[in-house]
């Protein structure tokens, strides 16, 4: 007799969000993480005595509007929005910043370029109606293309109204736009370097790309689609750090009659007669279930939880083949004073600082630092996308202190010369020298400072090569492709295995929307 209904491999957000929906319905539901606290990259770590760092992920404006209804995740915890979207100081000591109005940021853009006002709002109306069928996408489970069945069509009807919206006439814009790269499809609309940069920075931020190559689009319109600004990017913060988010969704999950267990690493997934009927933990201890779901990526659920020789050889070579490349290491300071912008004076400055920073003047900066990578070099001036979360929850770090995070772009996992055990230091003070750029005594207010690089990000939260999405989001691993062509409808070959981590569609961002997707479908299996 199986221990449990369904045994849910991995807490983080997603495994939460799966075990929270399926035990609502009725599943007797475990959950098992390996590590000491839930979350998976949706994690509040005190790295720096007296800090509370959000330290991999650090923005919940991507959380899926339907997750946060069902498990009623706004009793359990507070999630604000910021405003601005963006800060963009440039190397002149000008700035650009995007807000969440665009009558207002079109003021701003009027000071770069007053074409570009004008074109501002109709771009975003646009835009948002691309986006919102790229959003329509993500909500349904992808067919299984070529065999598309009239119950796929069916369950396809949600896309209408977003297609409606749009128009016919803008329909090949759709079809058009997707594959472009970032770069061509602002340089339809804009002139200026400053708020091309701005936007094509959230075309990259999810992947390995540079904003002039091709698909970049697409990426651009991933974010916008589930962003909570109706723009290219969100902004947002959760009092307490990102794992107060987590704590909540395992809350609702406990709430429904779900077990979570910590300190449980899983070492081998048990098929008997082609069908997973439990797991046996690294202790030794076996349990049994009727359903497993790996919250895993898919090299690890595939080529290390279960024997490859149980799957077929075309199905392991797709896994084998799935792109990872991590490019971006995390840096976050303990600050003892907040740092002066050059571009800011005034006493509105910290208005401005509320919401994310970006150091991306231009497309061509940001394509620039990517270029390094196709040799395995770091950038030597990277693109980074920064925050000072103490400005909107001060409790994060002692009185009068201040944190500050860092994603820096581009740090390729696999380096040609040296690793990161021996450059993660040279690659930092990089960083902090881009930075004092715009920020001149930006090192004069650090007390304390921690990197992750792409192989802390792998051997710390199981991200394969620093991956925080279990795979690239570029448009070849998106949709009916996503894990793999043919099992992109979160079950597996293995009767009784099923998955809902970032690897599965629509992919990452802490959305929850996969492990959602995923329960659906295990509920509708029975």
């Known amino acids: 007799m199986a221990n449990y209904d369904v045994i849910i491999i991995g807490a983080g957000h997603n495994g939460l969000v799966a075990a929270a929906y399926l035990a609502k319905a009725g599943r007797r539901v475990l959950v098992l993480e390996r590590r000491s606290i839930v979350g998976g990259i949706a994690v509040t770590e005190e790295i720096f005595p007296g800090?509370?760092?959000?330290?991999?992920?650090?923005?919940?404006?991507?959380?899926?509007?339907?997750?946060?209804?069902?498990?009623?995740?706004?009793?359990?915890?507070?999630?604000?929005?910021?405003?601005?979207?963006?800060?963009?100081?440039?190397?002149?000591?000008?700035?650009?910043?995007?807000?969440?109005?665009?009558?207002?940021?079109?003021?701003?853009?009027?000071?770069?370029?007053?074409?570009?006002?004008?074109?501002?709002?109709?771009?975003?109306?646009?835009?948002?109606?691309?986006?919102?069928?790229?959003?329509?996408?993500?909500?349904?489970?992808?067919?299984?293309?070529?065999?598309?069945?009239?119950?796929?069509?069916?369950?396809?009807?949600?896309?209408?109204?977003?297609?409606?919206?749009?128009?016919?006439?803008?329909?090949?814009?759709?079809?058009?736009?997707?594959?472009?790269?970032?770069?061509?499809?602002?340089?339809?609309?804009?002139?200026?370097?400053?708020?091309?940069?701005?936007?094509?920075?959230?075309?990259?931020?999810?992947?390995?790309?540079?904003?002039?190559?091709?698909?970049?689009?697409?990426?651009?319109?991933?974010?916008?689609?589930?962003?909570?600004?109706?723009?290219?990017?969100?902004?947002?913060?959760?009092?307490?750090?990102?794992?107060?988010?987590?704590?909540?969704?395992?809350?609702?999950?406990?709430?429904?009659?779900?077990?979570?267990?910590?300190?449980?690493?899983?070492?081998?997934?048990?098929?008997?007669?082609?069908?997973?009927?439990?797991?046996?933990?690294?202790?030794?201890?076996?349990?049994?279930?009727?359903?497993?779901?790996?919250?895993?990526?898919?090299?690890?659920?595939?080529?290390?939880l279960l024997a490859p020789r149980l799957l077929d050889a075309s199905f392991v070579r797709h896994v084998r083949n799935i792109k990872y490349r991590g490019s971006a290491a995390r840096i976050h300071l303990a600050l003892r004073a907040l740092p002066e912008f050059t571009a800011l004076q005034g006493s509105d400055a910290v208005t401005h600082l509320r919401g994310p920073i970006q150091i991306a003047p231009s497309p061509e900066y940001i394509q620039r630092a990517f270029d390094c990578t196709k040799y395995g070099e770091y950038s030597k001036r990277p693109y980074l996308d920064i925050s000072i979360p103490t400005l909107n929850d001060p409790s994060l770090a002692p009185s009068g202190q201040h944190l500050m995070s860092i994603t820096a772009k581009y740090a390729p996992y696999a380096l040609r010369n040296g690793d990161w055990t021996s450059q993660s230091k040279t690659f930092t003070e990089v960083a902090l020298d881009t930075l004092a750029e715009y920020a001149p005594k930006i090192r004069e207010c650090i007390a304390e400072q921690r990197t992750l690089t792409p192989l802390d990000l792998e051997t710390t939260y199981a991200l394969p090569e620093g991956n925080l999405h279990h795979g690239e989001m570029t448009l070849d691993q998106f949709f009916h492709m996503r894990p793999v062509p043919g099992y992109a409808r979160y079950r597996t070959p293995v009767d009784g295995l099923y998955v809902c981590g970032s690897s599965t569609h629509p992919g990452g961002n802490v959305s929850g929307v996969p492990g959602r997707n995923a329960a659906h479908e295990i509920l509708k299996d029975g």
């Open 51 to 304: 800090y509370k760092v959000s330290t991999v992920a650090d923005s919940a404006g991507y959380l899926g509007d339907d997750v946060r209804r069902d498990l009623k995740l706004d009793s359990h915890v507070e999630i604000h929005q910021t405003d601005p979207i963006a800060f963009s100081p440039q190397p002149d000591g000008s700035h650009l910043t995007i807000w969440r109005d665009a009558a207002r940021t079109a003021k701003e853009i009027e000071r770069f370029s007053k074409s570009d006002a004008q074109a501002y709002p109709a771009f975003v109306e646009l835009m948002r109606k691309i986006a919102d069928v790229v959003g329509g996408l993500m909500r349904v489970t992808p067919p299984d293309l070529p065999d598309l069945s009239l119950k796929d069509l069916r369950g396809m009807l949600s896309l209408a109204g977003p297609v409606r919206r749009l128009g016919r006439k803008r329909i090949n814009d759709l079809l058009r736009v997707l594959p472009m790269p970032a770069t061509d499809l602002l340089d339809e609309w804009f002139e200026s370097d400053a708020l091309k940069g701005a936007i094509s920075a959230s075309s990259v931020r999810q992947a390995t790309w540079g904003p002039q190559e091709a698909g970049t689009a697409y990426t651009l319109f991933h974010d916008w689609a589930l962003s909570d600004t109706g723009l290219f990017r969100s902004s947002s913060f959760v009092k307490g750090g990102m794992g107060a988010l987590s704590e909540a969704i395992a809350h609702a999950a406990r709430g429904y009659g779900a077990e979570i267990r910590t300190d449980a690493a899983v070492a081998q997934i048990i098929v008997e007669s082609r069908k997973a009927v439990g797991v046996t933990l690294a202790n030794g201890e076996h349990l049994r279930c009727g359903v497993v779901v790996s919250n895993a990526d898919p090299h690890t659920t595939f080529l290390a």
